[in-house]
């Protein structure tokens, strides 16, 4: 039968898939097709991009503009983190909804499903199937379809580090070769994104975590080979979600709001900062719109801004001005090599989620060259052998994998990636 499978690794940055780094991804990229100007969507994070991913949409499309956002729960615009596990029923009580497209487990629920094994943060786990078409399976919780919870759930005692990942790819290669007519497999493991947030990029720990994700690829391509000789077509796509560059300074976007008169408190809601890292999101409340041009301005005189898109502008970056978001904007940049030679810096926007922001260490969110820069190998199905020069984004995996099942893509922001040049 035809069967896709989808093989995430966390923050692995296109220009780290080397022959010393990652000898199996290489491997795999000789004998499918690399495809070298690969993009993430902005904001570059993980929870927003496994909504990218799972619906072939961009932020503006499927709703979920960050890794927080701000939502109205009664008392006015509050910043929210998508990444716990109660995120989705919040964002379903606000709203009255969760994605505003349909993900790929939607898309073949009825022809066998899709068998979701995620390592990544709840949140991000339950974009890929947050109302429940297939079996996801996630440490904080597992789901049949109809969001049926799993009782027996082996998924439970795994752990948010490398080791973790080498279990839920235990797991994903069991369930990818029991008897099964699913159509779509997909796995997410959280290294090297998760350790980079606490190390100096290009050391020898954040070398040695690289290597343990290339090793997890290895097993998955391994199991693609047995499916193949079983005589199923397998479309197998590996990919990131974005890429890290380092972390020059962190800077309390909030308290200068406050300094300078344009927000009322930390906790008003008046004026909302929700950062995704080096990029970050600016919401007003329907009384405050008229503030937008002037906190505009205001940041457009900041040496720690970057790029800055307010109101219809949004749409240049996949985004749109709904929900109260007004203003988006990219951290600045510096062009320097840590230590380690490994080049992109960039500052970071405060985060009341992620308070331990290191200098030195690697994050993402903004436009940065190397933090959007993921990397996309595909093999199998019709795809030729080489490399594609092809501006391609993390939008296009979903309609390529329904394209190899013969499915419609209507809706999806993305297009089917090409086979061939």
């Given at each position: 039968m035809k069967r896709t499978v989808l093989m995430i690794i966390d923050g692995l940055r296109a220009d780290m898939v080397t022959p010393t780094l990652t000898p199996n991804l290489c491997q795999i990229a000789r004998t499918g097709r690399l495809f070298r100007q690969h993009r993430s969507v902005f904001p570059s994070a993980?929870?927003?991009?496994?909504?990218?991913?799972?619906?072939?949409?961009?932020?503006?499309?499927?709703?979920?503009f960050g890794n927080a956002i701000a939502l109205d729960e009664g008392d006015g615009l509050k910043p929210v983190s998508v990444g716990p596990p109660d995120f989705r029923e919040r964002l379903r009580a606000a709203t009255g909804r969760t994605l505003l497209a349909p993900t790929?487990?939607?898309?073949v629920a009825d022809i066998g499903g899709a068998h979701i094994c995620s390592n990544a943060s709840a949140g991000a786990a339950h974009l890929q199937d947050p109302d429940g078409h297939g079996w996801l399976y996630h440490r904080n919780g597992s789901h049949a379809p109809g969001l049926v919870p799993l009782q027996s759930d082996p998924m439970q005692s795994i752990t948010y580090d490398a080791s973790g990942d080498v279990d839920t790819v235990t797991q994903f290669c069991d369930a990818l070769l029991s008897p099964n007519e699913t159509p779509v497999f997909i796995t997410w493991i959280c290294e090297p994104d998760?350790?980079?947030?606490?190390?100096?990029?290009?050391?020898?720990?954040?070398?040695?975590?690289?290597?343990?994700?290339?090793?997890?690829?290895?097993?998955?391509k391994k199991a693609v080979d047995t499916l193949r000789q079983r005589g199923d077509d397998v479309l197998f796509v590996l990919g990131s979600d974005h890429g890290h560059e380092t972390v020059d300074a962190v800077v309390p976007i909030e308290a200068l709001l406050i300094k300078a008169g344009l927000k009322a408190a930390t906790d008003s809601s008046d004026v909302v900062l929700a950062s995704s890292g080096m990029g970050a999101l600016i919401y007003l409340a329907p009384d405050a719109q008229a503030q937008s041009e002037q906190i505009a301005?205001?940041?457009?005189?900041?040496?720690?801004?970057?790029?800055i898109y307010a109101g219809d502008a949004l749409e240049d970056i996949g985004l749109a001005p709904r929900g109260g978001l007004a203003i988006a904007f990219s951290m600045g940049k510096k062009n320097a090599v840590n230590r380690y030679g490994i080049p992109?810096?960039?500052h970071v926007a405060g985060d009341r989620f992620m308070p331990s922001h290191t200098a030195g260490h690697g994050q993402h969110g903004g436009l940065g060259p190397y933090e959007t820069q993921p990397f996309l190998i595909v093999e199998g199905g019709d795809f030729s052998a080489g490399t594609s020069d092809e501006a391609t984004c993390t939008i296009d995996i979903a309609p390529t994998l329904l394209r190899h099942l013969g499915l419609a893509t209507h809706g999806m922001d993305g297009a089917a990636l090409p086979l061939s040049d």
């Open positions: 993980t929870r927003v991009s496994s909504a990218s991913i799972a619906t072939g949409c961009l932020p503006m499309t499927h709703g979920l790929l487990a939607e898309h998760h350790s980079q947030h606490a190390l100096e990029l290009g050391c020898e720990a954040h070398r040695a975590i690289i290597r343990g994700s290339d090793t997890c690829a290895g097993r998955v301005q205001w940041l457009s005189e900041q040496k720690w801004c970057g790029a992109g810096f960039g």
